[in-house]
């Protein structure tokens, strides 16, 4: 069974980084599609980041690039996103998501089948 548990969120002032981690587990951890979302109150659900974790390969949201960064550790089955510089507009439940490899893990491109119940990130100006 597919678990995936976020944890790391917080209440930083702008500025300043958060460390999200997303403990995964009941799955082949080094050869899938994870990534991270958010949701705003009275927002759509959007895209951060993600990344197949076979090769490494991440995608970035274009609000976050340069600011964010995913890093994996396979013997802990844990994805990490880094926020660094972050803004107000950051506010968000922040939620790892997993799915089996295909073509793609760009998140705008497929549909992510496992869902963590989310981290909250609050950003103060």
């Known amino acids: 069974q597919v678990q995936l548990v976020e944890s790391g969120g917080g209440s930083v002032q702008a500025g300043g980084s958060l460390r999200l981690s997303c403990a995964a587990s009941g799955f082949m951890f080094d050869r899938w599609c994870i990534g991270w979302f958010r949701q705003a109150p009275g927002k759509e659900r959007e895209g951060v980041a993600s990344?197949?974790?076979?090769?490494?390969?991440?995608y970035y949201a274009d609000s976050v690039k340069g600011r964010f960064a995913l890093s994996q550790d396979n013997a802990k089955t844990t994805l990490y996103l880094q926020m660094n510089s972050l803004k107000p507009e950051d506010t968000a439940m922040y939620y790892c998501?997993?799915?089996?490899?295909?073509?793609?893990?760009?998140?705008?491109?497929?549909?992510?089948?496992?869902w963590g119940r989310g981290t909250q990130v609050a950003v103060s100006s």
């Open positions: 998501a997993a799915a089996t490899p295909s073509a793609t893990c760009y998140f705008g491109r497929r549909e992510f089948d496992h």
């Open positions: 990344i197949y974790t076979g090769t490494e390969t991440t």
